[in-house]
């Protein structure tokens, strides 16, 4: 049996039952995997109670064609129709030798009407643009099959291959077809893939290696899956996971709106903030971690959190510490390219994007300044309606009780964040971040000089002793830092790190730190209305008491 046969096939029953039950004769497959097309071919042509007395295709490339069986697989054979040499028939095809070729649709769609309702046919669509210039021909012409006596006695069936039913089809006909979405691939059938394509290529695998391949090409389709292994192949002669894992991130990339990355900072990357690092052990790592202890309790795990605050203060640096804390892939959902200058593209960007993401979860979704589409904006143009659009999709994935994605959200501008975000239920946790207080600001100095314990970060040369430079820091510089920003912390070491090296010195000292401090500008004027804003909100937004009381002491800024 072919490899596409002993995968899982109950996409293509479930659609030929309810063809079978008479609900509609017209299937929508929703795949822009060729595999999977080449899979339903196989079915189509080869399981016995999917037979059929003719099969005809229509490709946008092409044209008309018959399809047949060869010990191949599936074939497409030009479709020729004999003619006279009228000027309609030369209009409609290509002359080719025994008759003329169906090139266009509409003519291929008249032929195939009558072979449908003259035989029990079946009729695949696929490949069709995207840019719609078939849709009125497609719409009525399925619309008028889908209730048409002659096909549904007849037993024919005509089925459409197409990446998105709601791009190519207007609701009407949506309502009248039976549409199916097809998995990218499932957990087993990837498994089953590793193994064959392993046995083909001869490469040696381990139990546990073909698991950790399954798991890390979640959300791959049966074709892209195929082509990693074999390019990992062709590249080290085995199947290597990070070459696998990187190709994987590349093929997302081009989703253009999820990155994957690999998170490589852990909370011990992070200076201070021990109350938020607590907190999120606590109630996020922890559970995540003991998930099967957690369902004991019919405790929920948790699936979204909101960190807001100014920026630079480390809210995306949390989100990539968590997810290697709880070893889970890290995708980021790119906010700003989301967006399209086409109409209609934006929403079909964000539907792929979590149909993709949630495929490969569970993850942690990490959504940055998400106030980009948290506004529900004013419908009153045709950019309006697909800001909304893309707003309800991604609220409606928020709200999902079956959600396996974790989606950490980051803003500077939570009040600028629709009411609908906000409500109970969406966010798990909503958790504020302020300037770093006293102790925060000397650990944030301490790992970017490479001396936390834990950190991972370079240490750079020093021409004092460590523990000179740790109560330096303290007495001297620490001082000078109020209101700054993990990010700026970052920045003052690296200014200080240029003194040393214009000064041509074996490593830094005291007053490369002085200077790089003396001459960093803030503006405090500013800053204390931030810290304003930024501590009203967190009293708006954070509901557990006593851990707003005890991020604002260790902040330093507790009234
Ligand atoms: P924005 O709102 O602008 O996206 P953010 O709050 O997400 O900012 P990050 O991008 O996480 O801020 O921080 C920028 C950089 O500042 C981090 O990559 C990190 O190097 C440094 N940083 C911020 N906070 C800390 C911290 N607590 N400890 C160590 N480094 C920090």
């Not at 030009?78 to 070729?101: C, D, H, M, N, Y």
């Not at 840019?131 to 002659?150: F, K, Q, V, Y």
């Not at 990992?232 to 070459?243: A, E, I, M, P």
């Not at 309790?297 to 640096?317: D, N, Q, W």
Request: with cysteine; hydrophobic share 40%; charged share 30%.
């Amino acid at each position: 049996m072919s490899l596409y046969l002993q995968l899982d096939t109950g996409w293509i029953s479930r659609g030929l039952l309810k063809r079978k039950s008479n609900y509609s004769p017209v299937i929508v497959f929703e795949t822009s995997d060729p595999k999977r097309l080449h899979q339903l071919k196989e079915y189509l042509l080869r399981q016995p109670d999917a037979r059929y007395d003719y099969y005809f295709v229509y490709d946008q490339w092409e044209g008309l064609g018959r399809l047949v069986d060869s010990s191949s697989g599936p074939q497409f054979e030009p479709f020729r129709k004999r003619v006279g040499s009228s000027p309609l028939a030369q209009r409609v095809g290509t002359r080719e030798e025994g008759g003329i070729q169906l090139q266009f649709f509409k003519s291929a769609l008249k032929e195939v009407d009558a072979q449908l309702k003259s035989w029990r046919a079946c009729f695949i669509i696929q490949n069709l643009s995207e840019n719609r210039e078939h849709e009125t021909g497609l719409c009525s012409a399925l619309r008028a099959w889908a209730i048409d006596p002659a096909v549904i006695t007849k037993g024919s069936t005509v089925i459409l291959v197409t990446a998105d039913a709601e791009r190519v089809l207007d609701d009407y006909t949506r309502e009248l077809t039976v549409i199916v979405s097809v998995d990218p691939s499932r957990r087993d059938e990837r498994s089953h893939i590793v193994r064959t394509t392993a046995r083909e290529l001869e490469v040696p695998l381990e139990d546990a290696g073909v698991e950790e391949i399954v798991m890390g090409t979640a959300g791959l389709s049966l074709h892209q899956m195929e082509s990693v292994l074999l390019e990992s192949y062709f590249r080290t002669q085995q199947f290597d996971l990070r070459v696998i894992k990187d190709l994987k991130s590349e093929l997302v990339k081009k989703s253009g709106v999820l990155e994957v990355q690999e998170p490589t900072l852990g909370f011990g990357d992070i200076g201070g903030y021990d109350v938020i690092k607590g907190f999120i052990h606590k109630y996020v790592i922890n559970v995540l971690r003991y998930a099967d202890r957690a369902r004991r309790y019919a405790l929920p795990l948790p699936k979204g959190i909101l960190f807001f605050g100014p920026p630079g203060t480390g809210k995306s640096l949390f989100a990539t510490a968590l997810a290697s804390e709880v070893q889970l892939p890290f995708i980021h959902l790119v906010t700003e390219n989301i967006y399209s200058k086409w109409l209609g593209e934006s929403g079909q960007k964000m539907k792929n994007a979590i149909a993709l993401a949630e495929k490969m979860s569970p993850a942690v979704v990490f959504v940055d300044e998400i106030d980009r589409f948290g506004r529900r904006g004013v419908a009153t143009d045709s950019a309006g309606e697909e800001t909304r659009r893309v707003f309800s999709q991604f609220l409606e994935w928020l709200g999902r009780p079956d959600r396996e994605a974790i989606i950490v959200g980051t803003t500077n501008v939570p009040d600028q964040l629709d009411e609908a975000f906000l409500r109970t239920g969406r966010f798990d946790y909503k958790i504020p971040f302020l300037y770093p207080g006293e102790a925060a600001r000397q650990d944030i100095l301490l790992v970017h000089l490479g001396l936390k314990a834990g950190t991972s970060r370079r240490r750079p040369p020093l021409a004092i002793p460590e523990d000179g430079l740790r109560q330096f820091l303290a007495e001297e510089v620490v001082p000078l830092t109020a209101n700054f920003s993990g990010a700026e912390l970052e920045e003052l070491v690296t200014r200080a790190k240029r003194q040393a090296f214009d000064r041509g010195a074996e490593g830094l000292e005291e007053i490369d730190f002085l200077r790089a401090a003396r001459t960093f500008r803030v503006d405090h004027r500013h800053r204390t209305g931030v810290i304003e804003t930024c501590l009203a909100q967190a009293r708006r937004y954070t509901d557990d008491q006593g851990f707003l009381d005890a991020v604002e002491e260790e902040m330093g800024v507790k009234v």
